[in-house]
T-cell receptor
Framework: AQSVAQPEDQVNVAEGNPLTVKCTYS??????LFWYVQYPNRGLQFLLK??????LVKGSYGFEAEFNKSQTSFHLKKPSALVSDSALYFC????????????FGIGTKLQVIP | KAGVTQTPRYLIKTRGQQVTLSCSPI?????VSWYQQTPGQGLQFLFE???????NKGNFPGRFSGRQFSNSRSEMNVSTLELGDSALYLC??????????????FGEGSRLTVL
């Protein structure tokens, strides 16, 4: 079975500071990893994905994520946080080896303080 | 290109009633997945359809069912509603079935309140 853990319910960061939202995963085959963002009363929006290749993946709105196979992690990062980045962030994983559903983490609320 | 459209956006039902939610995927997308989102549980996978066939199913009781039509539009139904079914129901479409690497495109969701 595949699973995703987001160990922090909430992350607070000052505007202009770098931010990190943590994610670890478990999957039996090769992982396909995703980050999504959800604003209040909205659906989820895709930010970025890792399928294969370079461990540092760049995505929308200046976000990037680093894939670490040995630590089974896929942390989301941004060099300089904006107040508008405040939202709920979801990490997701799928086993790339077959017809598998996408499993989401429980979400991390990011609060950027002006 | 229009995004994923879910209707209705909000609805209130009472225990014991049933509800049908609709999802129109992005044009050309043949895969539709449904998720239940609650504050304590995050996103829970309900089912995935591709070309009118259910390919994956989550761990929900038989009261939760779905279907997909030939135009890729999908509906999900919940019968004999319980208070615990109150949630945001999200539909997502993708270009390919689960084997693909493509990301999911989500609708705005249908917020169901059961009284």
């Amino acid at each position: 079975a595949q699973s995703v853990a987001q160990p922090e319910d909430q992350v607070n960061v000052a505007e202009g500071n770098p931010l990190t939202v943590k994610c670890t995963y478990s999957v039996s085959g090769n992982p396909y990893l995703f980050w999504y963002v959800q604003y209040p009363n909205r659906g989820l929006q895709f930010l970025l994905k890792y399928i294969t290749g370079d461990n540092l993946v760049k995505g929308s709105y200046g976000f990037e994520a680093e894939f670490n196979k040995s630590q089974t992690s896929f942390h989301l990062k941004k060099p300089s946080a904006l107040v508008s980045d405040s939202a709920l962030y979801f990490c997701a994983v799928r086993d790339g080896g077959g017809y598998q559903k996408v499993t989401f983490g429980i979400g991390t609320k990011l609060q950027v303080i002006p | 290109k229009a995004g994923v459209t879910q209707t209705p956006r909000y609805l209130i039902k009472t225990r014991g009633q049933q509800v049908t939610l609709s999802c129109s995927p992005i044009s050309g997308h043949r895969s539709v997945s449904w998720y239940q989102q609650t504050p304590g549980q995050g996103l829970q996978f309900l089912f995935e359809y591709f070309s009118e066939t259910q390919r994956n199913k989550g761990n929900f009781p038989g009261r939760f069912s779905g279907r997909q039509f030939s135009n890729s539009r999908s509906e999900m139904n919940v019968s004999t509603l319980e208070l615990g079914d109150s949630a945001l129901y999200l539909c997502a479409s993708s270009l390919t079935q689960g084997r693909g690497t493509g990301e999911l495109f989500f609708g705005e969701g249908s917020r169901l309140t059961v009284l």
